[in-house]
């Protein structure tokens, strides 16, 4: 028997994902596990998740995953390369994936493991670099150099965002000597990002549309992309669409008095363009996070750049707060199947895996100030929804069992920790059956 590794957002979870999980068990077994790394509360295009890690992990286990892990911030709120990097690092640490599966455009796993070890090689670093130095945007300097190397074909798989994503799973692949082997699914139905046109409704949705949807709590819309119970599990602990922006005079008062010094220290902030005074600019003169974008937003860099460069600074994060590697694995939610699973990673992962929030008090110290790290990201999560949630367990989840673990929790010595606002204890939920995270 397989097991599938799956990297995802799950923003939220929908049909093309559960399409995705058949098709990989068509090929593999219909009895082979399925493990999920999933973004948590802030996701790689620089925004809220639609739903709390919580919710969206519900909605994973009810759609055919076993086991859901979480993707630490400081690498789901990343560029591509990075979110690859350190999302196979955990499927890889888990000790227990033979198989990573993932979407593209193209669905041919050879060719686009071509342009990934292409983009591995020394040429390809020289090559981009020089284009780059010549003032070429990034992401045009890669096509070109891997056109140049390779040919026209192979260089469009780069021009589309699966094919892409799926091309850095495989340069991480490499990167780490994994023996996990890659299968990949053709993407069917809507493009990334698209919106619908017209009345027509598409056995597959985008995500975004499918976000639009719920934004406008149109839930009969909704209804017939949320595999299983996904609609009841999201109207349930509805508490309206997230966004940044409700958020924004808080925001806009830390840009005021960030300095180009406190811009440098963040990732992917264009310290080596010199661009970190046109930033701190930026965030003293702008009255809006509209205005921040039009002041500081260089004509070659993506909006999802912009916005995740927002996102780190709202969090507090810094680029040093990104370890070379994910130091622990934390288990988000499970089933009877995922349970088993959890017994064979005790014996090979190469991590320590935490079931319960008392146990990152036995990590090293770099993983206790990761998992702080988190825990404070979850509650800034808090601040962009419609109306904000009393900060901890007892207002939020009103049980015996939250207060017990808002017991246990507060024990454990984690340097610089903020208000928690993290998940209650399990023991609730894996009486209900669900075997979930709360």
């Known amino acids: 028997m397989q097991v599938v590794g799956i990297v995802a957002e799950y923003d939220p979870f929908h049909t093309g994902h559960a399409y995705q999980i058949a098709r990989t068990r068509a090929e593999l077994g219909e009895d082979a596990p399925v493990v999920a790394v999933m973004s948590g509360c802030w996701v790689q295009g620089g925004r809220c998740a639609a739903a709390d890690k919580w919710t969206r992990s519900r909605l994973a286990l009810t759609g055919g995953v076993d086991l859901v892990l979480e993707l630490p911030t400081v690498w789901a709120v990343s560029s591509a390369e990075t979110f690859a990097q350190g999302a196979v690092g955990v499927l890889a640490a888990s000790g227990v994936v033979d198989v990573l599966s993932f979407g593209s455009e193209c669905g041919a796993a050879d060719r686009l493991r071509q342009v990934a070890e292409c983009l591995n090689s020394p040429a390809y670093e020289a090559g981009v670099r020089r284009f780059v130095d010549e003032g070429m945007p990034f992401a045009a300097a890669r096509q070109e150099v891997v056109r140049g190397i390779l040919g026209p074909e192979c260089s469009a798989l780069l021009s589309t965002p699966n094919n892409n994503l799926g091309v850095e799973y495989l340069r991480a692949l490499d990167r780490l000597g994994s023996p996990i082997r890659p ?256």
């Open 183 to 438: 299968v990949t699914v053709r993407r069917e139905g809507a493009p990334h990002d698209s919106l619908l046109a017209g009345a027509a409704r598409p056995e597959f949705l985008s995500a975004t549309q499918l976000r639009a949807f719920l934004e406008a709590e149109d839930w009969q819309a909704a209804e017939p992309y949320l595999p299983g119970s996904g609609l009841e599990l999201l109207r349930g602990g509805w508490r309206g669409m997230p966004g940044l922006w409700r958020a924004e005079r808080g925001l806009l008062a830390r840009l005021r008095t960030m300095t180009a010094g406190d811009w440098a220290v963040l990732p992917d902030s264009g310290a080596a363009e010199g661009l970190p005074p046109r930033l701190e600019r930026a965030g003293k003169r702008c009255r809006s996070l509209e205005e921040f974008f039009q002041l500081a937003k260089p004509r070659h860099w993506t909006q999802a750049r912009m916005r995740r460069l927002l996102v780190w600074a709202f969090l507090g994060l810094t680029r040093a707060d990104r370890p070379d590697a994910p130091p622990y694995l934390r288990v988000l939610g499970f089933n009877a199947r995922g349970q088993e699973l959890l017994k064979a990673m005790k014996g090979r992962a190469a991590l320590p895996v935490l079931t319960k929030p008392a146990h990152a008090g036995r990590l090293e110290e770099p993983g206790r100030r990761l998992f702080a790290l988190e825990a404070r990201c979850t509650d800034l999560y808090d601040l962009c929804l419609p109306e904000v949630p009393v900060p901890g367990p007892p207002g939020r989840y009103g049980c015996e069992e939250g207060d017990r673990w808002r017991d246990e929790w507060e024990g454990v010595p984690l340097p610089g920790a903020p208000p928690w606002s993290c998940p209650p204890c399990w023991s609730c939920c894996l009486r209900r059956g669900n075997g979930t995270g709360p």
